[in-house]
């Protein structure tokens, strides 16, 4: 691979989310704030939305890690699940035992007495789920059902949703407007712009172990970010794929070129690139074509 020669210690634009990796930008950051203020001031529903690759399993597994240790975490990576897995899932979470041989009625009991003892020992609880658009709707009324279990001063359980934003089209229906409702604090991801996409490649490469000369130019990571939107995980497949043609061709420098190959490479951005391309194309002959039209009227 290529790690020997740009003097890399590990690859520094893999795909899977790696807090050692994690940078503060302001995206994230203002969403890590959101989510510590909002589970401090015990309220039942806290949701994060952001586009496919801009780091919200990323930001879950920084929660994780960094959460106060009072709380207690449930913590659900796919949650395509009906109610009644949705019910033993979180059960088994909670360290409930014999969850799975328990029926429904008695299910719920265990969960209430166990969210109960927690709170007695002086625990919150906090449910995340991650890709939680991908509940079906019969979950989603079950999981509100869940923060009904309360003392008189507090939720017993907090739920935690990071989501795509096909998450708020479906709780935009009227039978989720209860739902919605709880949902007290709500943080929407943006993608990085130019200057925090120049941040972000330099800071991988710095914990990767890179320690040469400039690789990525301000005028190139402002290029990277058109073509990639400032997402992320484009931005991650782009610059693994520039560096990979660099080694092939003995480059020490990432180039226009090289990027150009990278895009080419790759489909989801290739797609859309040419779909600009055609936009602007049809654009441009548009504007000729006004400009016979009104020389030749101009002339009659």
């Known amino acids: 691979m290529y790690l020997y020669h740009f003097g890399l210690a590990e690859l520094p634009f893999t795909l899977t989310p790696n807090t050692n990796f994690y940078l503060p930008l302001a995206p994230h950051n203002e969403a890590l704030a959101v989510l510590f203020t909002a589970l401090k001031t015990g309220e039942g529903f806290i949701k994060v939305v952001g586009e496919v690759g801009t780091g919200k399993t990323l930001l879950c ?4 890690n960094e959460i106060p240790e009072h709380f207690v975490t449930a913590y659900i990576p796919n949650p395509y699940l009906n109610p009644d897995e949705l019910r033993r899932a979180v059960a088994v979470e909670l360290g409930v035992k014999q969850a799975q041989r328990m029926s429904v009625q008695l299910l719920t009991q265990r969960i209430q007495t166990r969210l109960l003892e927690l709170h007695g020992q002086g625990h919150s609880v906090v449910l995340i789920l991650d890709e939680a658009q991908a509940l079906p709707e019969d ?3 079950a999981l509100r ?3 009904n279990l309360e003392t008189e001063t507090r939720k017993l359980l907090q739920v ?5 934003p096909e998450l708020d089209q479906r709780l935009a229906k009227t039978e989720f407007r209860q739902l919605r409702q709880r949902i007290t604090f709500a943080y929407k991801l943006r993608e990085m ?6 941040q972000y490649i330099h800071h991988r490469l710095q914990v990767a172990g890179y320690k040469g000369a400039e690789l990525f130019s301000a005028r190139l990571c402002k290029d990277i970010t058109r073509v990639s939107k400032g997402v992320p995980r484009l ?5 693994h794929k520039m ?9 020490y420098k990432m180039t226009v070129k090289l990027l150009k190959a990278a895009v080419k490479d790759t489909e989801s951005i290739e797609q859309n690139s040419k779909r600009s ?4 194309s049809l654009l441009g002959l548009l504007s000729v074509l006004f400009f016979i039209y009104y020389t030749v009227v101009g002339k009659l």
Not at 193 to 198: G, I, L
Not at 243 to 251: E, F, R
């Open 139 to 141: 979950s989603l009324e």
């Open 243 to 251: 560096l990979m043609l660099g080694y092939g061709q003995g480059h």
């Open 277 to 280: 391309v055609l936009f602007f």
């Open 235 to 239: 931005v991650n497949i782009l610059s």
């Open 61 to 64: 597994r920084k929660l994780l």
């Open 193 to 198: 712009n130019a200057s925090e996409v120049q």
């Open 145 to 147: 059902l869940f923060t």
């Open 160 to 164: 935690v949703l990071f989501a795509q």
